[in-house]
């Protein structure tokens, strides 16, 4: 679920959760070797900045004079933050030769905290 679809708090929240889950399996990760701590690196980071980008996009496009028009800033987002993640992704698989377990392991952890935060966020919030 992308992070346009809640407001801008939590959309925050959920970015700084997802920084903390990369941050943490990149520790996690570092314990058996360096390139298993930057490959876990290039694999969160390949779900979180995408989505960083997306959220100041709509952030950006949702203030402005055509407000009825969400729609078009949404589209190019979601199209921005696919490319960004696959260029990531090969970048990281390709250019910077990461271990492919740790990268899918971080980049599924993020995903996986996308969903979840919320959740816990709403629940404890209440």
């Keep these: 679920m992308s992070?346009?679809?809640?407001?801008?708090?939590?959309?925050?929240?959920?970015?700084?959760?997802?920084?903390?889950?990369?941050?943490?399996?990149?520790?996690?990760?570092?314990?058996?070797?360096?390139?298993w701590a930057i490959s876990a690196?290039?694999?969160?980071?390949?779900?979180?900045?995408?989505?960083?980008?997306?959220?100041?996009?709509?952030?950006?496009?949702?203030?402005g004079p055509q407000q009825g028009y969400l729609a078009w800033p949404f589209f190019i987002g979601e199209i921005a933050k696919i490319a960004m993640t696959i260029v990531l992704l090969v970048a990281a698989l390709a250019v910077f030769k990461?271990?492919?377990l740790p990268v899918c392991i971080a980049y599924l952890a993020v995903l996986v905290a996308q969903i979840v935060a919320p959740i816990v966020i709403n629940i404890f919030h209440n």
């Design 41 to 63: 690196l290039f694999g969160g980071m390949s779900v979180y900045l995408p989505n960083a980008l997306f959220f100041l996009l709509t952030k950006w496009c949702r203030g």
């Design 3 to 35: 992070v346009a679809l809640y407001d801008t708090v939590m959309a925050r929240r959920l970015l700084l959760v997802q920084l903390v889950v990369v941050i943490l399996f990149s520790a996690v990760f570092c314990i058996n070797s360096q390139k």
């Design 98 to 100: 990461a271990e492919p």
